[in-house]
């Protein structure tokens, strides 16, 4: 059974600031996305990564998927209240045909 | 509509009563999801149906019971929960076996008394 690990589980910064939240795994993933959740909604997709080293850029925000492919890292430049919420991710390995998700790291910005 | 519809948001129910949870989507997607997300504790799959067949059963007790009666519709009929299943039941859909993601809807926040 894949595991994900969520790192930090917490996190609480002002507006402005920058921000880098971790996502591993003992396990290779086939691909990995990134969810915000947002209170009282279901999580929304926010990138799919595939490709070991890949960069993937939203806005303010920057999506990397390590070498390996057992970890991956979401940075947040110049962050702003409206990117509070849950950060999730979830992986799929070469077998199976749905994704694990991890716990989370819950962002608080204030303003 | 678009997207994933949930219905209800909210739902009280008591041990012995039975109710059904309702999740609809629009986006032509040919796979649905039940999720459970409870507090510190990751998404749990709870099943999954493919072109309306049930494929995945995540060891989730009798007392959940999916229906999937077309493509854009599914059901989780409950019966005599226990109070550890309170939680946020998230329905998902998917284009099987592509990379998109999955479309969650809003959930139905669940508290059994």
């Known amino acids: 059974t894949q595991l994900l690990e969520q790192s930090p589980q917490f996190l609480s910064i002002q507006e402005g600031e920058n921000l880098t939240v971790y996502c591993n795994s003992s396990?290779?993933?086939?691909?990995l996305q990134w969810y915000r959740q947002e209170p009282g909604e279901g999580p929304v997709l926010l990138v799919t990564v595939v490709t070991g080293g890949e960069v993937k850029k939203l806005k303010r925000l920057t999506f990397q998927f390590g070498d390996a492919r057992k970890d991956s890292s979401l940075h947040i430049t110049a962050a702003q209240p409206g990117d509070t919420g849950l950060y999730l991710c979830a992986g799929r390995d070469n077998y199976g045909q749905n994704f694990v998700f991890g716990p989370g790291t819950r962002l608080s910005v204030l303003p | 509509e678009t997207g994933v519809t949930q219905t209800p948001r909210h739902l009280v129910m008591g041990m012995t009563n039975k109710k059904s949870l309702k999740c609809e989507q629009h986006?032509?997607?040919?796979?649905m999801y039940w999720y459970k997300q409870s507090a510190k504790k990751p998404l749990e799959l709870m099943f999954v149906y493919s072109l309306e067949e049930r494929v995945e059963n995540n060891s989730v007790p009798s007392r959940f019971s999916p229906e999937c009666p077309n493509s854009s519709h599914l059901f989780l009929h409950l019966h005599t929960l226990q109070p550890e299943d309170s939680a946020l039941y998230l329905c998902?859909?998917?284009?099987?076996?592509?990379?998109?993601?999955?479309?969650f809807g809003s959930g139905t926040r669940l508290t059994v008394v």
């Open positions: 396990s290779v993933f086939s691909s």
């Open positions: 998902a859909s998917s284009q099987e076996y592509e990379l998109y993601g999955y479309t």
């Open positions: 986006l032509g997607h040919n796979a």
